[in-house]
């Protein structure tokens, strides 16, 4: 098993950036791919970002696409998620997780795909 804590999360104004963590303890990072997803008040838990178990390979929600940057150091069991050029409409609370065993990296979008989840982390970006 793997334990997920995320951390970076704050208040920004539009157009600011944040630098969110997810330290990974229990397992090694490379074994499993990543994700990170998002829930604001109100509506389902959305996809964000997922990036493979080298960290070469990533997906991103259209509505993150060149404003955020999914990355992970497996050296130190982190993943992170730079977020740029933040809108009001991402405010929300930040999820890490980690693969569930025998999903597939091309579903990596799902939650169904991840068996291990953090706490989450706010996000909230004022107009």
């Known amino acids: 098993q793997v334990q997920l804590v995320e951390s970076g999360g704050g208040l920004v104004q539009a157009g600011g950036s944040l630098r969110l963590s997810c330290a990974a303890s229990g397992r090694a990072l490379r074994t499993y791919f990543m994700g990170w997803f998002r829930q604001a008040p109100g509506a389902e838990r959305e996809f964000v970002a997922s990036?493979?178990?080298?960290?070469?390979?990533?997906y991103y929600a259209d509505s993150v696409k060149g404003r955020f940057t999914i990355s992970r150091d497996n050296a130190k069991n982190t993943l992170y998620l730079q977020m740029n050029s933040l809108k009001p409409e991402d405010t929300a609370v930040y999820y890490c997780?980690?693969?569930?065993?025998?999903?597939?990296?091309?579903?990596?979008?799902?939650?169904?795909?991840?068996?291990?989840w953090g706490q989450g982390t706010q996000v909230t970006v004022s107009s």
């Open positions: 997780a980690a693969e569930r065993t025998g999903s597939s990296w091309l579903a990596s979008h799902l939650p169904d795909s991840y068996a291990y």
């Open positions: 990036n493979s178990w080298s960290g070469v390979g990533a």
